[in-house]
């Protein structure tokens, strides 16, 4: 079992995937080039982006694991921005048809962060600071009590020029709010596993929330049960 992961983000992604990949997936040992996967390996790569990540490095992905013949999955981890998740995996299937990239023997899957990554992050409750007294983040908790409401179905607030712009935002007020810092070349307390539970723990019961985020762990389960079985 060997696994390829193309994420976009060219920081934010690049740390926390592995740190949450260590805690949810501890029996796959990472490599640092593509070629170096042997058994129950996983190779990760930076692309720096949308959209290069389709139309780019997608297809050199697929290249590369078709001339390795040794992956059970190619993990294409990408945000929907200001689309949907089913018109970024539409994106992504045309562009494979039009460039004619099959792979050989190797399952892709998608996983579409809706809105961004920082979406996902907004789901932890206990970063959430309860009756905020300070601008911006009471108004932004007017606009939309993320620890109630799924993050995923949250709009943009009207001063910014994108949801992830916005989604970003309330996120850092968030940790500031703790006297914790967030960026995405520094995502702090995010990589940690305690962060990664109460996500977990927000899924679990509420389980109409972060849909996006549940397709992640539905395949992170998925594998744990192929490696254990």
């Not at 914790?180 to 990589?191: A, M, R």
Request: with cysteine; glycine share 4%.
């Amino acid at each position: 079992m060997n696994i390829y992961f193309l994420v976009e983000g060219k920081s934010t992604e690049r740390k926390v995937y592995p740190a949450w990949l260590a805690h949810l997936l501890p029996e796959l040992q990472r490599v640092n080039n593509y070629n170096n996967v042997v058994k129950n390996n996983y190779y990760l790569f930076s692309a720096n982006g949308y959209p290069s990540i389709i139309y780019d490095h997608l297809p050199n992905a697929i290249a590369d694991i078709n001339a390795n013949g040794n992956y059970s999955y190619l993990v294409v981890c990408l945000d929907a921005e200001e689309v949907t998740v089913e018109y970024r995996e539409k994106e992504i299937s045309e562009c494979l048809i039009s460039q004619s990239c099959t792979l050989e023997n190797t399952q892709i899957v998608v996983i579409v962060q809706n809105r961004c990554f920082e979406t996902w992050c907004l789901g932890n409750k206990k970063i959430y600071t309860k009756n905020p007294s300070d601008n911006p983040l009471l108004t932004y908790a007017r606009y939309y009590d993320v620890s109630v409401n799924c993050p995923e179905l949250m709009g943009r607030y009207s001063e910014f020029s994108t949801h992830a712009k916005f989604h970003e935002a309330y996120l850092k007020e968030l940790f500031r709010a703790k006297n914790i810092s967030y960026s995405k070349s520094n995502p702090g307390d995010v990589i940690k596993s305690y962060y990664l539970e109460e996500l977990l723990k927000r899924v679990q019961n509420e389980t109409g929330h972060l849909p996006s985020f549940q397709t992640f762990i539905q395949f992170c389960n998925m594998i744990k049960g192929k490696l254990l079985s």
